[in-house]
């Protein structure tokens, strides 16, 4: 039996596009994965926060979302002081309201 305990799952619904965000908590971060269509590993940022600092490291690059990306995940390291592996597949570039969207609905959830 697999437990579901921790893990989260949301589907945001913006501008007429549905994303699905699943986030897996673990003691020392946290993986989120950002999916619009298919459930698909995507663009992916690695940031760890620590002592008031962040750096990150780009995995798979993305074409247009890498600013959104890199801070959301800065974002989340800084909050829970540890590891954050972000994961974004969509289907199209975002919108800036959609953005913002997404980076409240993730941080309302890690909190």
Same mark, same amino acid.
Not at 66 to 82: D, H, P, Q, Y
């Given at each position: ?52 600092? *962040?750096?990150?490291?780009?995995? $798979?690059? %993305?074409? &247009?979302?890498?600013?959104? @990306?890199?801070?959301? +995940?800065?974002? !989340?390291?800084? *909050?829970?002081?540890?590891?954050? $592996?972000? %994961?974004? &597949?969509?289907?199209?570039? @975002?919108?800036?309201? +959609?953005?913002? !969207? ?7 959830? $890690?909190?």
């Amino acid at each position: 039996m697999i437990s579901q305990v921790g893990y989260k799952k949301k589907t945001v619904t913006v501008n007429h596009r549905d994303f699905l965000v699943q986030i897996i908590p673990f003691d020392n971060g946290n993986f989120i994965s950002i999916t619009e269509g298919k459930e698909k590993i995507g663009t992916l940022v690695v940031s760890i926060g620590s002592g008031g600092r *962040t750096s990150s490291a780009t995995v $798979i690059p %993305s074409k &247009s979302e890498t600013i959104f @990306l890199k801070m959301v +995940s800065e974002r !989340v390291a800084s *909050t829970i002081n540890g590891i954050c $592996i972000l %994961s974004l &597949s969509i289907q199209q570039e @975002l919108e800036l309201d +959609s953005m913002k !969207v997404l980076m409240n609905e993730v941080m309302e959830i $890690i909190k």
